[in-house]
């Protein structure tokens, strides 16, 4: 009698322990559910109210576009879009007048690249035409183009052109090509200093491998190194990829406005955190 009392009594508490469980897990999924739900929160007063938890940021990627996650933050977090072709750029910026960060002619694209990508052939976007049918089709105002020869960055005097524009970051990394690699750091330098240093309204970057223009390179790896610089974190899950051709990996990057540190305390501290979970 003794043992049957024990054996029930041991049933009895492994039934208590399995439905605490299942209200722990259900109200524990409820409250992440619910902080997705709510918008990113980026305080300037209290560096502690505006860091983001790890997890949450990480979430965050996965069920928001970073065009929302942009909006969310007041343009400071800025989109990154990185692509095996650079017709994705157009693609990219279509996409930004859709989910209203980008506004159809008022946007100037800044363009780093072996070539100029105004091929007048056909009609459809690709690699060496989109800049000339987004122009075109007057989806933005204007364009520049660094090629590292005769259109070279420390030769451009006109910033004030660039005030008050939404400004599209391009960079194809056949850039980097024909630079030795001991001096290819300065070049990547050089474009994080042009981004970081005019008070520019960056919108968005967008970066393209190129991988068919890249003879003296491995364009993955001078990627790498470039995002690294722009303190990007990136994401590559299938179900937001898939919805652009060539895109390989989407997210943030928080070193490229120079105001980002002092007016949104924590951010770019828990984006380098971050970076090494994903």
């Not at 800049?131 to 520049?144: S, T």
């Not at 660094?146 to 850039?175: M, T």
């Not at 919108?203 to 364009?219: E, H």
């Not at 790896?221 to 690294?228: H, I, M, P, R, T």
């Amino acid at each position: 009698m003794v043992k049957i009392k024990k054996v029930f009594n041991l049933k009895i508490l492994s039934l208590f322990l399995i439905i605490a469980s299942i209200s722990i897990s259900i109200s524990y999924g409820l409250d992440i559910k619910s902080s997705l739900r709510k918008p990113l929160i980026f305080s300037a007063v209290e560096p502690d109210s505006a860091r983001i938890k790890s997890a949450t940021f990480i979430e965050a990627l996965k069920y928001k576009d970073p065009w929302q996650i942009a909006r969310e933050s007041g343009n400071l977090a800025i989109p990154l879009f990185v692509s095996t072709e650079h017709a994705t750029t157009y693609t990219v910026i279509y996409d930004g007048i859709e989910k209203g960060n980008l506004i159809q002619g008022d946007i100037i694209v800044i363009n780093f690249d072996k070539h100029n990508d105004m091929v007048n052939d056909i009609d459809y976007p690709w690699s060496n035409n989109w800049i000339r049918i987004l122009l075109d089709r007057g989806m933005i105002a204007d364009r520049l183009w660094f090629n590292r020869e005769d259109n070279k960055i420390e030769d451009f005097g006109d910033i004030e052109s660039l005030n008050g524009k939404a400004i599209v970051i391009s960079i194809d990394i056949d850039y980097f090509d024909d630079i030795i690699e001991n001096e290819r750091q300065n070049a990547v330098n050089e474009i994080v200093d042009f981004m970081k240093n005019h008070g520019l309204d960056i919108r968005v970057v967008s970066v393209a491998l190129s991988p068919d223009y890249c003879f003296n390179i491995n364009p993955e790896n001078v990627a790498d190194e470039l995002c690294s610089n722009i303190g990007a974190t990136l994401v590559s899950y299938q179900w937001y990829v898939s919805r652009f051709s060539y895109l390989l990996k989407y997210g943030l990057c928080a070193n490229v406005k120079q105001r980002l540190p002092s007016s949104v305390p924590g951010l770019d501290k828990t984006l380098k955190e971050v970076r090494g979970n994903l």
